[in-house]
């Protein structure tokens, strides 16, 4: 197994048998979920005109099962209104009917997220894939020394996007110059939110021209050579804190469920 489908496997845990699947599709999604006092999903709330009713409820059924370290108001659990951003994979193979959904990266917030004031740099999208209409989902890990600087960063996964991006000519240049840029920019940001000598997963998405997150894209998983820390940081029980463009995600909200199960989603009659 290569080390960038070990790296898949253990961020998308417990896809096993994942190697099996014929295509793969990415897209993004958001809604709402209430959580209570005990952590417990309550309600949930997907835009269903994005993805087809078949998939959002197949979503909403596994977002039903998550559960949460209690949201606390002053000390105390409470009730809370999270906002939810969900990346979904959907995997299909030939011949058979149906998919397969997972969520391989979810961010939550308790109020709509204010406007970041820092200036922070911005990754450099390399062009040539930019004008074939090819995107890149790159996950990093990054070693954070004092005062927030990233004294190491590796990518960890990374999947190019675009019905292009699977070209064996040139998927291991477009992969090869979107983990330069991505490990780059990861590696100039600052993570002031972060404690020295902690390793965060940094996440870095290059969103082909034209592709609005309201439709499926065709994605296709790169093999990496993650080193041994980054893989351990990524396979710990206490999964790293994550980062989108340097900002901390979900803060003051922690899902105590692992993602990356799979659920049958039965294809429309």
Do not use: C
Request: net charge neutral; hydrophobic share 45%.
């Amino acid at each position: 197994m290569s080390r960038l489908l070990l790296a898949l496997l253990l961020a998308l845990a417990p896809l096993a048998g994942a190697s099996g699947f014929d295509e793969v599709h990415a897209a993004r999604v958001a809604g709402t979920i209430t959580v209570d006092e005990r952590g417990v999903v309550t309600e949930v709330a997907i835009d269903r005109s994005k993805l087809g009713d078949e998939v959002m409820s197949g979503l909403e059924d596994q977002v039903r099962g998550w559960r949460f370290e209690p949201v606390l108001d002053q000390g105390q659990p409470t009730q809370a209104r999270l906002r939810l951003s969900a990346d979904l994979l959907a995997f299909r193979q030939r011949g058979t009917e149906g998919l397969a959904l997972a969520v391989s990266r979810a961010r939550f917030s308790l109020q709509p997220a204010a406007t970041e004031a820092r200036p922070l740099a911005q990754p450099a999208y390399p062009p040539d894939a930019a004008s074939q209409g090819i995107g890149a989902d790159v996950t990093l890990m990054v070693r954070v020394g004092e005062g927030g600087k990233a004294e190491d960063a590796a990518v960890a996964s990374l999947m190019l996007m675009g019905e292009r991006a699977g070209a064996p000519a040139s998927r291991e240049r477009h992969a090869a110059r979107f983990a330069r840029s991505a490990t780059e920019v990861a590696g100039r940001w600052q993570y002031p939110w972060a404690k020295a000598g902690e390793t965060i997963e940094v996440n870095v998405r290059y969103t082909p021209p034209g592709f609005d997150g309201r439709r499926w894209v065709r994605a296709f998983p790169i093999g990496v050579d993650a080193p041994d820390w980054a893989v351990q940081a990524m396979s710990a029980e206490t999964p790293p804190r994550a980062s989108v463009a340097g900002m901390e995600v979900s803060s003051g909200v922690r899902l105590q469920t692992r993602l990356g199960s799979i659920l049958p989603v039965p294809s429309a009659d």
